[in-house]
């Protein structure tokens, strides 16, 4: 009995993964409520967070340790807090004022800018997480469409959506409330222009451009009018038969009926 004891305590001490304590030591981190352009779940290797918003960096408890810091690296590699328990916590310049370093469980908070986005660590004495990503996005604000409101029946025309704050990932368009699909008539171009060719009387209408990141999502809808061709013929020739009766030559005109039109095209 007692070798079989002894073989699972061998197995069990065998299957504990070497250096536990250090492989434990890994950061959590999540992006603090209100902050409502960002996923507010905990993540354990990488957060995307967006700028303004929050985030708060934790360990696991320490057994014991005297001098600790925070560390952060894109290409320069520079200490964001550093303290010691009979010294105050020495804060860098840049972290001043919007960060908040816990002495008790030693977790962090920064209120991020977008120079934010880099690679974080923890670092006491003995040991050193590994380092953890944070991708810091700035929220999308409203796009705007730039293009030509009213167009003739027959010709094309395109709109333009551009992103005035922050990088959209993805754009996409719809009419009146529904996806646009592309097709022959109706063409995405570069992703940020719609391209609308021989423009039909149905083509009027609500047009919205959406734009989105990893964290957030906005939108902007333009009035697109689409002149039917007839709407512009009519009223000339509304204006030739008023302008030639006032000149004295409606009875002239419907006589010589030729002419008169072809004055008017
Ligand atoms: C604070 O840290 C910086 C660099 O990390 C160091 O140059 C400075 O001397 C420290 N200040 C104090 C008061 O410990
Ligand atoms: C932080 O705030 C203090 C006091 O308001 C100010 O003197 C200091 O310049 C600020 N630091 C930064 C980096 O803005
Ligand atoms: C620091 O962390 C401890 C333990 O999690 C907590 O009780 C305390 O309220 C925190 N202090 C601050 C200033 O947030
Ligand atoms: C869209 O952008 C505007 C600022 O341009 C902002 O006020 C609004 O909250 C944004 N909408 C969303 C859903 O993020
Ligand atoms: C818009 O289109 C109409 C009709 O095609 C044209 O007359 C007008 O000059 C255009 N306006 C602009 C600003 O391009
Ligand atoms: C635009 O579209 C191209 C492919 O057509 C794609 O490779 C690119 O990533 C897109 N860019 C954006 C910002 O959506
Ligand atoms: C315009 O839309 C109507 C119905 O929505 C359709 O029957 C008609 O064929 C369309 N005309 C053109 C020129 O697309």
Redesign the pocket.
Known sequence: MLPVFLLLLLLLLLLAPPGSSAAGLGITARTLSPCYSADLRPASERLVSAVGCTVLLTIPPLKASKAVAWEYKTGLWEVIVSYAPDRPTNTSRPYENRTRFNETDFSLQIVLQREDDGWYRFRSESEATDWFQLRVVEPLSEPEIVGNSSVKAGGNTKLVCNVLEGK????WWKKNGELLLGSDHIQFV??TTLCIVKASMNDSGYYACVVRNEVSQNETSFLLHVQNAANVVLPMILACVIVGSLAGVFVWCRTRDRPCHNGCR
């Not at 959209?168 to 754009?171: N, T």
């Open positions: 959209a990932d993805l754009y570069d992703n």
